[in-house]
């Protein structure tokens, strides 16, 4: 039975913290409503746009999540057109995608970004043949929902007991529970360890050097 580490993106593989809570603030301000805060907007990376937007601006309807998140969109595009959308890999990635890949392990990426922006980082890490199955937001419902991780388990011929996701959010591990997959938790992204064992981590990393450890010892 084929093994499959799926790996969420923001806040796990790269730090982009910075320049989504950036887009979210121009968005907001080309609409003339006033900005989340900075820990808000780290909060809900991991979500897809819309749902994410809807959580930012509860009292605004559909029309206007799907305005602002159109708007992030293009914020988000024209940051990274000059060149101020860093995003770094965090320490230790390369290596724990060496290691698992190194003991037989398929790896697949399911996250909240858009087919664009999750191949953009791809391939400025030169990431891109690492991976054998790719999920996006563009092709399915928003995190916790796991229609990503049944596609991505689907492509590569693996079954929930060899499976596990990798993510840095409380929606990576709900996600990874709802589709009954091992559930590892990383706490160098945007929740709190506390909060991604609350959501039901079988696990939770402190560095990338753990990985490899951590998904040998699943059952």
């Not at 003339?32 to 990376?45: E, F, K, L, M």
């Not at 999540?65 to 940051?79: M, V």
């Not at 037989?104 to 399911?110: E, F, P, S, T």
């Not at 990874?176 to 992204?189: E, N, S």
């Amino acid at each position: 039975m084929n093994r499959l580490a799926i790996f969420d993106c923001d806040g796990t593989l790269v730090d982009s913290q910075g320049v989504i809570c950036t887009a979210i603030e121009q968005s907001f301000a080309a609409h003339r409503i006033a900005p989340p805060t900075r820990a808000a907007s780290r909060g809900i990376i991991g979500l897809s746009v819309t749902q994410a937007m809807a959580v930012l601006h509860p009292a605004g309807s559909t029309d206007d999540h799907e305005a602002l998140g159109a708007t992030y969109k293009a914020s988000f595009a024209e940051l990274r057109t000059q060149g101020r959308a860093d995003e770094p890999l965090y320490d230790g990635i390369l290596a724990a995608i060496d290691g698992l890949e190194a003991r037989g392990w398929l790896l697949g990426v399911a996250t909240g970004k858009s087919d664009r922006g999750l191949g953009h980082v791809l391939e400025k890490h030169g990431l891109h043949p690492r991976f054998i199955t790719l999920q996006t937001a563009d092709r399915h419902p928003s995190k916790p929902h796991p229609s990503m991780i049944r596609q991505a388990m689907a492509d590569a011929g693996a079954e929930p007991a060899g499976t596990a996701m990798i993510g840095d959010t409380s929606y990576d591990m709900e996600m990874a529970k709802a589709a009954g997959v091992a559930a590892i938790g990383v706490a160098w992204g945007y929740h709190s360890a506390d909060m991604l064992r609350e959501a039901g981590a079988d696990a939770v990393a402190s560095h990338a050097s753990e990985l490899v450890d951590l998904l040998e010892a699943l059952p």
